[in-house]
């Protein structure tokens, strides 16, 4: 696998590929991160990933400084699952100066996990951007754990026609239902065996809209309830439309998905369920 820290290195690198299957990550990586590197294969015919813990994602009050950095383990990881190239700039190289152009995404940044983390989808949209435009590649794969950033920055690709298919890869979890995050090493072993309740929960919600259920603000509220008893302290549960993440506007909606974001000592964990209805209610 070539490593390249620069960015007139790794275009030097990539400019003879056809097509390029691409995984931007913050390092830490676990096997969700690695299976997405494994689907890349077959989108493309060079995987190159990137490990870059980008700052202007972080609020003041966020884990920055703290986050993970694990540089030399993820090279042997992602050597070992067949990529190519690896991207691993420093902050002097991706930002030599202080940011002053963003991606400002529409009010959906607002909402949600951005009403918990201001400025969050903002600085993931910019730096993906930049990210996009030193690798260029022809196919984006981000986890699906991270919905409301698959969709920001579906909607960017879309909106700014760039020519790159975004790609979601499903979540990953360990055996007992809870999504692989980085931010799970923060969990004490109690902890650990609570956490699977968030999952448990969300496919309880998911199976109580398939049997007819809608009245989502009362499903949100039982499971807020249910999380906060057990120690949780919760940013949202929230049932919304797959396409958008807004308020589902009827009962003919088919394609819905419920999303949370509770902390649970010093780990803050995020999770959704797809919810696919058939026609015929």
């Not at 940044?109 to 009403?115: A, F, K, P, T, V």
């Not at 983390?117 to 022809?138: D, E, M, S, Y």
Request: aromatic share 6%; charged share 25%.
């Amino acid at each position: 696998m070539q490593i390249h820290t620069s960015i007139p290195e790794v275009r030097a690198a990539l400019q003879a590929r056809r097509r390029i299957a691409f995984v931007p990550t913050m390092g830490n990586l676990h096997a969700g991160h690695i299976a997405l590197m494994n689907e890349a294969r077959s989108h493309g015919d060079c995987v190159v990933a990137s490990i870059f813990v980008n700052r202007l994602q972080f609020g003041p009050n966020d884990d920055f400084d703290r986050y993970p950095r694990t540089l030399q383990a993820d090279c042997e990881k992602l050597a070992a699952a067949g990529v190519e190239i690896l991207f691993a700039p420093s902050e002097e190289v991706l930002y030599p100066e202080p940011q002053q152009y963003h991606v400002e995404p529409p009010a959906i940044q607002h909402q949600l996990d951005g009403e918990f983390r201001p400025g969050h989808f903002r600085g993931v949209a910019t730096v993906v951007l930049k990210l996009f435009n030193i690798v260029q590649p022809q196919v984006a794969l981000f986890g699906k754990k991270d919905y409301q950033q698959l969709m920001v920055l579906r909607h960017m690709t879309q909106q700014l026609a760039l020519p790159i298919a975004i790609v979601g890869g499903e979540t990953v979890r360990a055996d007992d239902g809870l999504a692989l995050s980085s931010r799970n090493a923060y969990l004490s072993v109690s902890e650990r065996a609570e956490a699977a309740r968030l999952h448990r929960l969300l496919k309880r919600i998911a199976a109580t809209v398939h049997a007819g259920e809608r009245d989502f603000v009362k499903l949100e509220r039982e499971a807020v309830g249910e999380l906060d008893q057990n120690g949780w302290k919760t940013d949202y549960v929230a049932v919304r439309r797959q396409s958008d993440l807004q308020l589902p506007q009827g009962s003919d909606e088919r394609e819905l998905v419920v999303l949370a974001a509770s902390r649970l000592g010093a780990a803050r964990l995020i999770d959704n369920v797809e919810i696919e209805l058939a026609n015929s209610h």
